[in-house]
Nanobody, 123 residues
Framework: QVQLVESGGGLVQAGGSLRLSCAAS????????MGWFRQLPGKEREFVAG????????RYSDSVKGRFTISRDNAKNTVYLQMNNLKPEDTAVYYC????????????????WGQGTQVTVSS
């Protein structure tokens, strides 16, 4: 079992930066692949970025590639999402998720989810 708690969301102007954190409980965090997703009201959760349990492999959606960076610190049981050059279309609730296999772009492949953190980018 893994429990996830996101933090770091907020209001930022376009072009600004935010770093999201996702703190995980449980001794087996290092064995889980992690993903970041985002969701707008009435829409499905959208894959943003994923990272393997070692941290050596990452993947990004086309919409954030080159602007966002996912990383993890297994010693701190934490995964991060550094978001630079934010755009108004990045506004959403951001969720971190964990799965006990390699990362995946499909939300329903993840067994564990955090409660989400709101990111709002003003123009």
């Amino acid at each position: 079992q893994v429990q996830l708690v996101e933090s770091g969301g907020g209001l930022v102007q376009a072009g600004g930066s935010l770093r999201l954190s996702c703190a995980a409980s449980g001794r087996t965090f290092s064995s889980y692949a992690m993903g970041w997703f985002r969701q707008l009201p009435g829409k499905e959760r959208e894959f943003v970025a994923g990272i393997s349990w070692t941290g050596r492999s990452t993947r990004y959606s086309d919409s954030v590639k080159g602007r966002f960076t996912i990383s993890r610190d297994n010693a701190k049981n934490t995964v991060y999402l550094q978001m630079n050059n934010l755009k108004p279309e990045d506004t959403a609730v951001y969720y971190c998720a964990a799965r006990s296999d390699t990362y995946n772009t499909l939300a329903n492949e993840y067994a564990y989810w955090g409660q989400g953190t709101q990111v709002t980018v003003s123009s």
